[in-house]
């Protein structure tokens, strides 16, 4: 019988260091996994997770694919509110199913998901900012490490523009060069005039130029610049996803695993943006269960990388001694049956906390 929990680690005392990490804990009377779920309302996390509880209890670890459908097709039926936010606990369940059926068939997730192209992969190193006073000379330090860097512009382009050239000159003119918009530009006009910036710099990419679902406007700047557009980290759905690609909005997909309804979903996504032509890649932030999980289906995918990721303060890799592991910037991908990521649950039980319920008053 499988068994759900939800997990709740707050391994900065501050809030400064890291965010919270919500985990659901998956058991199967003889081996226990963790996902991870990214969700705008952690009211939601215990009650998402009590919610799908009863559809999992019976199943098999090694169906995890019917599984995922059984899932689905408990949301489609109820609906629940928010369904972005059940749709990353499922996703969280999903994810540490694969880990259970890849450690009980004694293989690694990418041989779940059809192979492994490479033993390493690619990465875009990431966690700067517009605005942070050692921008430049973080930038340098990061480049030396990972070769390619992602920084997170202000969205004011008026602070953006200069620090995008200042950016530049300190890694030097060969070095992969990216940036993320976040939420987004509010009008065409400012996330054109940073785009412009962009192609002057040449940089690889420029994500999230416009708010999400703005496809149209995406479609348009694709158009017109020099530099490729990639969007698509807060969808959610498979729908969505389609919408996305038939209005050409994008040359780089991004999705990320603790969002979008786990392995699962995402290896549908992949295979979705292949259809339409377009590169995908997986964000991954500083979240060694979601780097494992991307890096095992980034290497049965030609078309995808590289990965997003941030180097996890030392916070989160005292919770993750088993994540993976960089060399010369490149991510390795787990060989050890499962994910090969695993929670250290001592280290984990000194800083979890009770999840909030959203029915407590």
């Not at 993320?180 to 412009?196: C, F, H, M, Q, S």
Request: overall charge negative; aromatic content about 6%.
């Amino acid at each position: 019988m499988i068994a759900l929990e939800p997990i709740l680690l707050r391994p900065s005392a501050s809030g400064a260091d890291t965010p919270d990490i919500t985990l659901v804990r998956v058991s199967d009377g003889e081996a226990v996994a963790h996902g991870e779920a990214c969700l705008a309302d952690p009211d939601v996390f215990a009650t998402a997770v009590d919610f799908l509880a009863d559809a999992v209890a019976h199943t098999d670890p090694a169906d995890f694919g019917l599984t995922w459908q059984r899932l689905m097709a408990l949301l489609d039926e109820y609906t629940p509110d928010p369904l972005g936010d059940y749709l990353a606990v499922l996703g969280a369940v999903d994810v540490a199913l694969w880990d259970l059926a890849g450690r009980k068939l004694g293989v690694p997730c990418h041989r779940l998901a059809g192979g492994r192209r490479a033993p390493r992969l690619d990465c875009t190193a990431g966690g700067l900012r517009v605005g942070q006073d050692d921008l430049p000379k973080a930038a340098e330090a990061l480049c030396k490490q990972f070769g390619a860097i992602e920084f997170t512009l202000s969205g004011d382009p008026a602070q953006d523009v200069p620090a995008i050239h200042r950016v530049r000159r300190a890694v030097g003119e060969l070095a992969p060069l990216m940036a993320d918009a976040g939420p987004g530009y509010a009008d065409l006009a400012a996330a054109r005039k940073v785009g412009e910036a962009l192609a002057q710099v040449e940089a690889f990419w420029y994500e999230n130029p416009l708010p999400h679902g703005s496809w149209e406007g995406y479609a348009e700047l694709r158009r017109e610049l020099g530099t490729g557009l990639a969007g698509g980290r807060f969808v959610t759905t498979l729908a969505e996803a389609e919408r996305l690609l038939q209005a050409e909005a994008v040359d780089l997909f991004v999705a990320d695993v603790r969002r979008c309804g786990g392995l699962s979903a995402a290896q549908r996504l992949a295979d979705m943006a292949r259809r339409h032509g377009v590169r995908m890649t997986f964000h991954c932030g500083a979240s060694p269960l979601a780097q494992a999980a991307a890096a095992h289906l980034a290497a049965a995918h030609w078309h995808v990388g590289p990965l997003q990721i941030v180097p996890p303060p030392p916070s989160v890799s005292r919770l993750f001694p088993a994540a993976p592991h960089f060399e010369g910037g490149f991510l390795c991908v787990p060989e050890e049956p499962g994910l090969g990521c695993r929670l250290d649950e001592p280290a984990a039980r000194q800083v979890q906390v009770e999840p909030p319920d959203e029915h407590a008053t």
